[in-house]
């Protein structure tokens, strides 16, 4: 495709529920990232891969968050027994190169009720 | 943790005039700096990259400056026009690209 697309776009989740979101990276994009975005702030960073291999975490929240990229392409961002707090839109987004100019998809919007 | 400070109140201002906004960022300077535009429901889109040894950098209607000594980047849009209208992220890179809150931006007709 020509950009970063992701799915769902929306996603509403009873609390304590497990969610998946996907997204799918610009081809040939070695690099791929996730953030989460609480509304009326900017993106916070969770997780960054390059190719497969996650190479910073360091910004995921608890140890509900797992994120995967098994064949270095689509990216899974799993959220498990979601709470309320975990409401945002999650951003993927890719680049050719680790932080040069990062293409972002439209974010998926989710809801923890 | 590195702190970046932008503009909170949005910026309005009329077309036609210059559109200018500021980033500030504590402790150390970035190996660069990007500026990302965003409207809403959507991701945020890259516009420019200034590097650490850079003053000034441009494109079209926009303009970056970096003054690591006072810790600020500032993003300059001229003769601004209505679809300008967005929220501007500053997002420099230290470990990882740290975003701005960013600053919303309203030009009217």
């Known amino acids: 495709g020509a950009g970063v697309s992701q799915s769902p776009r929306y996603k509403v989740a009873k609390r304590g529920q497990d969610v998946a979101l996907r997204c799918d990276p610009i081809?040939?994009?070695?690099?791929l990232f996730w953030y989460q975005q609480a509304l009326g702030q900017g993106p916070e960073f969770l997780t960054y891969f390059q190719n497969e291999a996650q190479l910073d975490k360091s910004g995921l929240p608890s140890d509900r968050f797992f994120a995967e990229r098994p064949e270095g392409s689509v990216s899974t961002l799993k959220i498990q027994r979601t709470q309320q707090e975990d409401s945002a839109v999650y951003l993927c987004?890719?680049?050719?190169?680790?932080?040069?100019?990062?293409?972002f998809g439209p974010g998926t919007r989710l809801t923890v009720l | 943790s590195q702190k970046i400070e932008q503009n909170s109140e949005a910026l309005n201002i009329q077309e036609g005039k210059t559109a200018t906004l500021t980033c500030n960022y504590t402790n150390y300077s970035p190996a660069y700096l990007q500026w990302y535009r965003q409207d809403p429901g959507r991701g945020p889109v890259f516009l420019l990259l200034?590097?650490?040894?850079?003053k000034e950098k441009r494109k079209e209607r926009l303009k970056v400056t970096f003054d690591t000594t006072l810790k600020q980047s500032l993003f300059h849009i001229t003769a601004s026009q209505p679809a300008d209208s967005a929220t501007y992220l500053c997002a420099p890179l230290y470990s990882t690209l740290t975003f701005g809150k960013g600053t919303m931006l309203l030009v009217s007709p």
């Open positions: 081809s040939g994009h070695v690099s």
């Open positions: 987004a890719s680049s050719g190169y680790r932080g040069v100019e990062q293409f």
């Open positions: 200034i590097r650490e040894n850079e």
